[in-house]
């Protein structure tokens, strides 16, 4: 069984097999939890996950890895201090770049 899947995640695809359920590509997924994952930060941090959101679209899962967060805040940023007097300590961009993922995942409510 063959699925055009190729702009979606892995989650997707998973999905698709186990539940049949239709998978959606990376955009889709951020258009349906953007104002959910945004409600939850302040406005500094919404344009630190808005270029996020727009590397995971462009470039895919892969994005979201833990290990990539440096390369994201030196591209988006130039270095990491630039982004720490932006957003704050380097624990706290970790949480909120961790922390947000899973509202990229969740159902959408009823």
Same mark, same amino acid.
Not at 13 to 22: E, R, T
Not at 58 to 71: F, M, R, T
Not at 93 to 103: A, C, E, L, N, S
């Given at each position: 069984?063959? &699925?055009?899947?190729?702009?979606? @995640?892995?989650?997707?695809? /998973?999905?698709? #097999?186990?539940?049949? /359920?239709? =998978? &959606?590509?990376?955009?889709?997924?951020?258009?349906?939890?953007?104002?959910? &994952?945004? *409600?939850?930060?302040? @406005?500094?941090? %919404?344009?630190? /996950?808005?270029?996020?959101? !727009? %590397?995971? #679209?462009?470039?895919? #899962?892969?994005?979201?890895?833990?290990?990539?967060? =440096?390369?994201? /805040?030196?591209?988006?940023? +130039? !270095?990491? *201090?630039?982004?720490?007097?932006?957003?704050? *300590? #380097?624990? *706290? &961009?970790? @949480?909120?770049?961790?922390?947000?993922?899973? +509202?990229?995942?969740?159902?959408?409510?009823?």
């Amino acid at each position: 069984m063959m &699925i055009n899947a190729e702009k979606s @995640d892995l989650f997707d695809v /998973l999905a698709y #097999v186990a539940f049949a /359920l239709q =998978p &959606i590509t990376r955009r889709e997924r951020v258009a349906a939890s953007k104002e959910r &994952i945004f *409600s939850q930060y302040d @406005d500094k941090q %919404q344009v630190f /996950l808005e270029f996020v959101l !727009a %590397q995971y #679209v462009k470039e895919g #899962v892969g994005e979201l890895a833990p290990e990539k967060l =440096p390369d994201l /805040l030196a591209l988006k940023y +130039h !270095a990491v *201090s630039d982004a720490a007097a932006e957003l704050g *300590s #380097v624990a *706290s &961009i970790r @949480d909120v770049f961790v922390g947000f993922q899973k +509202h990229l995942y969740a159902e959408a409510a009823p």
